[in-house]
């Protein structure tokens, strides 16, 4: 097994099931309510809305590096404003989280390990290598996946 294969599973794992360290992203918002997910109860914090569209974002973005692009994120696109916040405007925003995330697992699994050692367009720095920044991305689902749990509890 190739190591880009072994770290589309790793991103697939983190944002479907099977982790090793718990659920994942969309067992986490499984059964949120468009009410549950654009609340705030926590003053100045993300929503769980604002969180899983911070999610696609990133995904997009390493997306478009993998593809060439030297990609930086805006305020706003970084952190989507939820301009609906309707049962179906929540449904929409999480097939775009799921679509946007089986896009990029297919793309890491497609990557030829021989470009894992490539720095990332953009991102000079002996560090940046997409082996750092794929790994960087399955962090930061579950970094975030933690702060969906808590808010969903509150």
Same mark, same amino acid.
């Given at each position: 097994? %190739?190591?880009?294969?072994?770290?589309?599973?790793?991103?697939?794992?983190?944002?479907?099931?099977?982790?090793?360290?718990?659920?994942?992203?969309? #067992?986490?918002?499984?059964?949120?309510?468009?009410?549950?997910?654009?609340?705030?109860?926590?003053?100045?914090?993300?929503?769980?809305?604002?969180? /899983?569209?911070?999610?696609?974002?990133?995904?997009?973005?390493?997306?478009?590096?993998? +593809?060439? +692009?030297?990609?930086?994120? %805006? &305020?706003?696109?970084?952190?989507?404003?939820?301009? &609906?916040? %309707? &049962?179906?405007?929540?449904?929409?925003?999480?097939?775009?989280?799921?679509?946007?995330?089986?896009?990029?697992?297919?793309?890491? /699994? /497609?990557?030829?390990?021989?470009? =894992?050692? #490539?720095?990332?367009?953009?991102?000079?720095? /002996?560090?940046?290598?997409?082996?750092?920044?794929?790994?960087?991305?399955?962090?930061?689902?579950?970094?975030?996946?933690?702060?969906?749990?808590? =808010?969903?509890?509150?």
């Amino acid at each position: 097994m %190739s190591e880009a294969i072994r770290i589309a599973d790793q991103l697939r794992r983190a944002f479907a099931g099977e982790a090793w360290h718990g659920d994942s992203v969309f #067992e986490i918002l499984n059964g949120v309510t468009a009410a549950q997910a654009a609340a705030r109860p926590i003053k100045n914090a993300h929503s769980v809305w604002e969180l /899983a569209l911070h999610i696609a974002a990133w995904d997009g973005a390493v997306l478009r590096r993998m +593809g060439g +692009g030297a990609v930086s994120l %805006s &305020d706003a696109e970084n952190f989507p404003a939820v301009k &609906d916040a %309707s &049962d179906a405007a929540w449904r929409e925003a999480l097939a775009q989280v799921r679509r946007v995330h089986e896009e990029l697992i297919a793309a890491v /699994a /497609a990557l030829p390990d021989s470009r =894992l050692d #490539e720095v990332v367009p953009g991102k000079e720095g /002996a560090h940046y290598t997409f082996y750092f920044m794929l790994h960087g991305v399955v962090q930061h689902e579950l970094y975030h996946a933690g702060q969906i749990a808590l =808010l969903k509890k509150m």
